[in-house]
């Protein structure tokens, strides 16, 4: 019920920080850094479009692996998700059907 709410609050400011990065504006990294971890943290779909994107562009890669060793548990547990050699989140549970 959460996720409702904050992934259109995450899209959101995603989409206002990128918008105001050509003006003047102060604090657009902010925002578009905001936006980015809400989306992170509350959609697997979106954490799937990072992982694709980090496999493809070594700086966002270095970037993301640089917030991740600075933010807090959470952010850095979702971040940990996007990386390239990660799997999905429902990949890496076992599966019951193996187990007998």
Known sequence: MLNLLLIPLGATLLTVGLIS???????????????LAILIVSSELFRGFVRSGRGRWI???RGLDWLERHSTRRIASALAQTRPDSLPLAASEPDESLNG
């Open 21 to 35: 990065y050509p003006t003047p504006l102060p604090g657009s990294t902010i925002v578009t850094a905001s936006g």
């Open 59 to 61: 700086r966002l890669d």
